[in-house]
């Protein structure tokens, strides 16, 4: 995919149906569940006590996604669209060391491992295109969109420098999910800041970087969704009386 070109327009992936979709069932979703079985055993590889563990990250950033365009009102084939093609977001974490991600303090823009970390999306990029090069079809422009960009800032200082708006409502939206999942994975750095990675202190930081870094129109129904579901949890865990 060439620099700087962004394949989707701003809208939903109605177009199609991943549950449906001959390619997607025959091509597609094979080549997703592979792919994170690659990712699990990765995570394999690493050190026992992780608890960032990519594949499990992977799946929960596309159940968010669902359940957010359900929240929305988008409907189920968008959801599903978005499930599917966010679960491979990270793949390309796998073409770099263990070593790379596996550290015990705090890892931010000072950090020289940091820039290091950020190029894991245009190898995915490489993966989907040689495994699937000659394939043409709109979900492989989301999927693609989706692992190419969801790292990308709002006002453009991500690390391909694409404003928000060059960049798809799907992507806007994944990078909100995926920030968010990242946020509430205790870290071993954490236990010395004190950081609350529950749901609303996790909103809370992310509300905090407001609309330099997060689409704020996608990000409210994002947390009412995640705020909707942790009430649910609370209320199941409440003692009978």
Known sequence: MPENVITLKNDWPDGFDFRTDKTCQE???PFIEDQLKKLAA??????????YIFHEHAIRVGDMLKKTCLHMGLGQTVAENMNWSGQ???IGKMEQSTSVWDKKERVDETHPVYALRRIHPDLGV??????LAGISHPFKDLMLDIMKYHHERMDGTGPHKIPGERLSAPVRLAAI???Y???TIPRGHEKETGRDISPPGALTRMRAKGPAVFDMDLFEPFAEMILTEYKKTLEFDKPEP
């Open 181 to 183: 999942d990242g946020s």
């Open 42 to 51: 990765y995570d394999a590889q690493r050190p026992a006590n992780i608890t």
């Open 27 to 29: 091509v597609f979703k």
């Open 88 to 90: 491979p977001h990270d």
């Open 177 to 179: 999910v995926e920030a």
């Open 126 to 131: 490489q993966i989907v295109e040689t495994e």
